[in-house]
């Protein structure tokens, strides 16, 4: 079976833009949560959605939000880039529990 | 953002050397993963630990939930170069789905 699909690959954004990262969970997988990696933070948490409605939230400014369809696809943006921002942004999917996570390969974003 | 301490940060052995780390934190977790992380790629699930005090293998991989519930270590065998990569722990609560992940371990292995 297709595993989690995130596009793009790569991005190059300009401080002040924003910009829309996707997520394609595994068929049936109902959860989708999204982390974001640095080298000096490691994988830190930023949201879980679960049936289209937002069940945790990391510690993240608002300029970070995300969404879920009804096909459980999800979206992340972040609005009013900073350099700081630039990292790897991973998606990960489940049936239920976090053990059963699936991670995709991840969106380099890099604001220059 | 909360983190698990894991450690060491890096590693450079021989091939055919076991391999040890370890993670510690301050919470109680009821579940405890490992994962390894190749470049470019998201991480993969190595090892689901449910139980304090559960030992638990996959292949060369032996992870052992401790019976505090607030830490947890994995251990490699005889390691082989695509062990190559980078090692996390992360631990779930009772009430969330959210995993908080550890510093992670890079290891390098040698011919």
């Known amino acids: 079976k297709a595993g989690v699909t995130q596009t793009p690959r790569y991005l190059i954004k300009t401080r002040g833009q924003q910009v829309t990262l996707s997520c394609s969970p595994i068929?049936?997988?109902?959860?989708v949560s999204w982390y974001q990696q640095t080298p000096g933070q490691g994988l830190q948490f930023l949201f879980e959605?679960?049936?289209?409605?937002?069940?945790n939230k990391g510690n993240f400014p608002g300029r970070f939000s995300g969404r879920q369809f009804s096909n459980s696809r999800s979206e992340m943006n972040v609005s009013t880039l900073e350099l700081g921002d630039s990292a790897l942004y991973l998606c990960?999917?489940?049936?239920?529990?976090?053990?059963?996570?699936?991670f995709g390969s991840g969106t380099r974003l890099t604001v220059v | 953002g909360q983190q698990l301490n894991q450690s060491p940060q890096s590693m450079f052995i021989q091939e055919g050397e076991d391999v040890s780390m370890n993670c510690t934190s301050s919470?109680?977790?009821?579940?405890w993963l490992w994962y390894k992380q190749d470049p470019g790629e998201g991480p993969v699930l190595l090892i689901a630990?449910?139980?304090?005090?559960e030992l638990t293998s996959n292949g060369r991989l032996t992870a052992q939930f401790g019976i505090t519930r607030k830490d947890s270590f994995l251990n490699i065998s005889a390691s082989i170069p695509s062990d190559v990569g980078i090692y996390f722990c992360a631990g779930q609560s009772y009430n969330t789905d959210k995993l908080i992940f550890g510093t992670g371990t890079r290891l390098q292995v040698f011919p």
């Open positions: 919470s109680i977790f009821n579940t």
């Open positions: 990960a999917s489940s049936l239920v529990g976090a053990d059963g996570y699936t």
């Open positions: 959605y679960f049936s289209e409605t937002q069940r």
């Open positions: 068929s049936g997988h109902r959860s």
């Open positions: 630990l449910y139980k304090a005090g």
